[in-house]
């Protein structure tokens, strides 16, 4: 990879892949919001292309850009649903993504395109069964995946994601808000029946990598892999255990919040990528970050 566009280049796993880019040397040219604040703070390197709600000129940026690779990671997620978020989701979680399938189909040379879903887009046992509006859009993204990739050559892979973290992440994940939680708070939390799968950031980016790697030299794959933890987690026991060795000393008020109506209990593990691996073990991980935000804190008293 020589030149590529990142597009959500601004979101927590969108920055912590163009700093990985940027470290290998890599042109990288941004697809932003007006909310690029944590792009800056990375590198002034990095060529920020802000779209204000004008998908239609990442054509424009593509073309003159010539990319030899688009990762798309840029996805709107709202809840409550309303008109307005109705028109969100479909424009950033498709209209964005067609312009930029059309446009690469416009280069002098194709561009290879690494998407990302969501586990939420099937059930147990791999059936499409969205659990949300969102999830739905990212699965109806897919079918127009396949059909550039079909009729138009466009050389392509899913990465679908499960839970994700890491330093540096500023999403309201309840993951932060545990190791970030003043000791004694008090955490709501549902009866903490469901499984999950938590994969820390550098495993993310580095699947992203890969499958980039893997379409260029054009190795045979599957439309669709998943980056799950080698084993899913129950929540309480989890939670209950890093409050333990974190010494988080919160009160974990199990049952106080009512399961989502889209709540999913069982995840599906699908195939992974291939020669990729969850390898970094997230209970440790967090232990570990509680501990540096504890250091934090006293150095700041």
């Not at 390197?45 to 000129?57: A, K, M, P, T, Y």
């Not at 998407?115 to 859009?137: H, I, K, M, S, V």
């Amino acid at each position: 990879m020589k030149r590529v566009i990142v597009s959500g280049g601004n979101g927590f796993i969108g920055s912590s892949l163009v700093k990985r880019l940027l470290g290998e040397g890599v042109e990288v040219h941004a697809l932003v919001n007006e909310n690029f604040q944590r792009l800056k703070t990375i590198s002034e390197d990095v060529h920020i292309h802000e779209l204000r709600g004008e998908l239609q000129s990442a054509v424009e940026i593509v073309d003159r850009v010539q990319p030899d690779t688009i990762f798309h990671l840029a996805a709107v997620y709202q809840e409550p649903v309303s008109a307005d978020c109705v028109l969100s989701m479909i424009n950033g979680n498709l209209t964005l993504g067609a312009c930029l399938l059309f446009a690469a189909t416009q280069c002098a040379r194709q561009p290879v395109f690494v998407n990302t879903g969501t586990y939420w887009q099937f059930d147990r046992d791999a059936e499409y069964a969205p659990n949300t509006l969102y999830a739905a859009t990212k699965h109806a993204f897919q079918d127009l995946l396949h059909f550039y990739r079909e009729r138009n050559g466009v050389a392509s892979v899913t990465l679908i994601l499960y839970e994700t973290f890491g330093g540096g992440d500023t999403r309201n994940k309840l993951w932060r808000r545990l190791v970030t939680a003043t000791e004694g708070t008090r955490v709501p939390l549902s009866e903490g029946e469901q499984q999950f799968h938590l994969v820390h950031i550098d495993d993310v980016v580095n699947a992203f990598v890969l499958a980039a790697q893997m379409l260029h030299t054009g190795e045979p794959m599957e439309p669709l892999y998943t980056l799950h933890s080698p084993s899913a987690q129950k929540l309480r026991p989890f939670v209950e255990e890093l409050n333990r060795r974190a010494e988080l000393g919160l009160e974990l008020q199990w049952g106080a919040l009512p399961y989502w109506e889209g709540q999913v209990f069982v995840p599906w593990q699908g195939q992974t990528l291939p020669g990729w691996t969850a390898s970094v073990d997230a209970m440790t991980e967090l232990v570990a970050l509680a501990s540096e935000r504890k250091v934090a804190s006293g150095a700041r008293d």
